[in-house]
């Protein structure tokens, strides 16, 4: 307890909301790792709210005074990070503990702190703590759907979560967390205090959490709404180069991606650029992650494809865009079906299939390049010099595509080829007139 209410003063006495969420983190830092089983043992279910009254407010002095109301919402805080407490350290045995009701222990928590802010006077340098329980309050969330799905008890432990693979089945606490986290976003964008003590200081990192959230839920849709009531509320806020690098990156990622399901590729090149550009360069993970949408929004934007040096660091990208990348240049049609039918558990899972399925007319396009090419030069007149052959049989074009395909004994009608030609000859004029070729 005294730990607690120690950081909890200092907190208070400097202002300092990263100190005050250590306070009610539900794990145990790593140089402190019995602190949470010392929180729990310092007081019983009978004792918790006078001794926590006792150990936080008993003790300040002329330089941290509480108002009543704001004092008594502290302590309730707490008691309720007690009871949940019992929660954790019960699932952490494996023994009698149960992900719902961690959830439900915890969820008390972020409900009891969100009241704080709206009927208590919290301020807003403390808005760290929202932060802290509305990530654990996802990640909770996640582990009792799991055990609900599965009937066993699953292994404590806060992760990275993949968020681009939503659970198909029942997502009930999930769900629940959502409503709970768009509270907090509510909470912080109709904040109308001066912006130097407004909690919109936070709407970035909660929207990024709401986006992870939609995701998991396979409900991205609901995504929009987040992004419609930020750029309403743009001229109330602070610039975004004033927050945080992190959730910048983490914004512009999200909102790239999104972009990049409705088939707004230029927009979402924008996006994921900016978010590579500023994403720091030992932050692999993120990287990759960045990198997963940006290739293909290049393919179909520029037609451009991703060096070996980019992708060195990064051997899950090497291995489903290496093989991909290498048919494209060489328009290797039936090696670009091979690469994309060895790669498709994993462009479905990230939703970027369909549109790298549109990379083999880029491939289609380099192998008729190379026809043009390999025709040589018509033969020169009067001392001109060479130019070359401008006109193209269809049957050099038909047989190009067989051994593309790789099926050199198959009849390739003339009226297949030609088809095929117009579709590229209809692409290349719609793409001038996009300005877009590169």
């Known amino acids: ?175 629940d967390a959502a409503r709970i986290v768009n509270r907090i976003f509510t909470l912080c964008i109709s904040d109308r205090a001066p912006l130097e003590n407004s909690r919109k200081w936070g709407l970035y990192y909660t929207t990024n959490l709401l986006f992870k959230t939609y995701f998991k839920l396979n409900s991205i849709g609901l995504s929009k709404n987040i992004i419609r009531a930020l750029q309403a509320s743009q001229t109330d806020m602070p610039p975004m180069e004033s927050f945080p690098k992190s959730h910048i990156v983490t914004f512009k990622y999200y909102v790239g991606v999104i972009l990049f399901l409705e088939e707004d590729y230029v927009q979402a090149e924008d996006y994921l650029t900016d978010a590579w550009n500023m994403c720091h360069r030992d932050a692999q993970r993120n990287r990759e992650l960045i990198l997963t949408y940006l290739i293909p929004c290049h393919l179909l934007t520029t037609h451009t494809l991703p060096t070996t040096h980019l992708l060195a660091p990064y051997p899950r990208l090497q291995r489903v865009f290496g093989a991909l990348g290498q048919s494209v240049r060489r328009g290797d049609l039936a090696g670009f079906d091979v690469a994309l039918a060895n790669g498709e558990d994993e462009f479905v899972k990230r939703r970027i299939y369909l549109t790298l399925e549109r990379g083999r007319d880029i491939a289609l396009r380099n192998l008729l390049r190379k026809v043009y090419l390999a025709g040589g030069f018509e033969e020169p007149k009067d001392g001109a010099p060479p130019l070359r052959r401008t006109r193209v049989p269809v049957a050099e074009f038909g047989a190009a595509i067989r051994l593309g395909n790789k099926t050199p004994d198959r009849c390739l009608e003339n009226d297949e080829v030609e088809c095929l030609l117009a579709n590229m000859i209809y692409k290349v004029r719609t793409l001038i007139s996009y300005g877009t070729v590169a």
């Open 1 to 175: 307890m005294d730990i607690i209410s120690r950081d909890f003063r200092t907190a208070h006495m400097n202002c300092s909301g990263p100190l005050l969420a250590t306070t009610i983190t539900p794990t145990a830092p790593l140089d402190d790792p019995s602190r949470l089983i010392r929180f729990f043992d310092s007081s019983s279910s009978f004792a918790i709210s006078t001794d926590i009254r006792s150990s936080l407010l008993a003790h300040t002095n002329t330089e941290l005074r509480f108002s009543k109301v704001e004092g008594n919402a502290w302590v309730d805080v707490y008691v309720a990070y007690w009871k949940a407490t019992e929660r954790i350290l019960a699932v952490d045995d494996g023994e009698k503990g149960s992900w719902a009701k961690v959830y439900e222990s915890w969820k008390e928590v972020t409900n009891t702190l969100i009241r704080g802010y709206s009927n208590s006077g919290f301020e807003a340098w403390t808005i760290p703590c929202l932060y802290v329980t509305a990530r654990y309050l996802r990640a909770f969330a996640i582990k009792a759907d799991e055990e609900q799905r599965a009937g066993d008890d699953v292994p404590f432990g806060i992760g990275v979560q993949d968020d681009m693979a939503g659970d198909h089945g029942k997502n009930e606490k999930l769900e």
